[in-house]
């Protein structure tokens, strides 16, 4: 716990036991999540609260969003010096159709993309639909 508490606090991010608390359930998914579903985990917390938490999140690069077609947001854990930003450290999303969990494939990176004169790039992300690795080996 006590390596979540100083992960926050060099984020700029006071460790609240909530903090602390959604941080260690993002680390045990291992998925994305929405807010929703993460909301079900904590029974006791209030949505503005969790909601405040993972934009305090978002906004210190400690996760980022993924919107990977469901039309619901999900966060997932950014790694180590991630910088989530165009033309840094943007990488591939896998979607499952079958189980329909969003996975971050961090070792796939996604090319740069020159777009013409006068476009602005604000955001870039790149979902894959398909079945999953857990999924596929179920179906043999």
Known sequence: ????????????????AMRLMTYKRLVELKVAISLG????DFKVSERSTLFRTMKAFEEKGIVHQIEDGTGVIKYALCEENCEC????DLHLHFHCNNCNETVCLTEHKIPHINLPDGYITEDINLVVK???????DNLD
Request: charged letters at 35%; glycine letters at 10%.
């Open 1 to 16: 716990m006590e390596k979540i508490v100083q992960l926050l606090e060099s984020k700029g991010i006071r460790p609240t």
């Open 85 to 88: 930003e165009v033309g840094n």
């Open 37 to 40: 579903d993460l909301e079900k």
């Open 130 to 136: 398909g079945i999953c690795e857990k999924c596929s």
